[in-house]
């Protein structure tokens, strides 16, 4: 059970209500976006943390011209030579984990 920052915990669909336990709902949904666990990006074990109260589903990171439409989207004045630098950044930091 999830541990909520004012005391109450999270509970899975269909537990009884009980003082102090939040069930989720069966509609609910959660999107969260986590870094992998270790070097080089330090994020957390999602899974370990929420792996028993939510569904937990990978997405692997972008193709590499998706990753510069992406880009291109979030960055419209920046210069496609300086996109491209920064999608070898990330393709590198990929490779390090």
């Known amino acids: 059970r999830m541990l909520l920052a004012d005391g109450r915990r999270v509970a ?11 069930p989720i709902s069966p509609g609910f949904r959660a999107l969260v976006l986590a870094n992998r666990p270790g070097f080089p ?4 074990d999602f899974f370990r943390e929420c792996g028993d109260v939510l569904s937990c589903h990978v997405v692997e990171a972008p193709s ?14 920046v210069p496609p ?11 590198e930091l990929r490779s390090l984990a």
Do not use: H, T
């Not at 590499?64 to 004045?77: C, F, M």
């Not at 030579?81 to 393709?91: G, Y």
């Open 12 to 22: 899975p669909v269909g537990s009884p209500p009980r003082p102090g336990v939040l």
């Open 41 to 44: 990006f330090l994020g957390n």
């Open 64 to 77: 590499r011209s998706s990753e510069l439409a992406l880009l291109a989207a979030y960055g419209p004045d």
């Open 81 to 91: 030579p300086l996109l491209q630098k920064v999608a070898d950044l990330f393709a």
